[in-house]
């Protein structure tokens, strides 16, 4: 595969998962990561290791998330052999108000293809009105 298919597939992973999770369904993101994934969230203290604690930590909010639409903005993807970084803005929309965000997550390239083996998000501006 060259590098502009490579981008264009981590970036329609991200973007299906996207789908998913603003219906509410966050096995998407499940689906894609890594059993050994790190995973900042901008609502959490610590670090949270591994599919499995993040799965548990997304059991609560399956079915309550209701993103409307979103902009990926600019996603850039970064590879360095089986690995890729894709980095980008991300702004979602849920009625009047939304949320922007950064993301940055690193994917690695095993023998079931490529799968996020970290991500962080954080957010720049609170719930707009």
Known sequence: MNTEQT???IIALERAALDRWG???P???LEISAPDVSY???FLERRID???ALSAWYAPLRGTIHIERYDLIEPQVQ???DTAVL???LI???GEGSIHWNCSEVYRCDSEGWCVVQTHWSITRHLQM
């Open 79 to 81: 590879l360095y052999g």
């Open 92 to 94: 979602s929309y849920q």
């Open 27 to 29: 096995d998407g993101y």
């Open 7 to 9: 981008i264009a597939e």
């Open 87 to 89: 980095t980008f803005n």
């Open 50 to 52: 591994g599919r499995e």
């Open 23 to 25: 219906a509410g369904d």
């Open 40 to 42: 900042f969230d901008p």
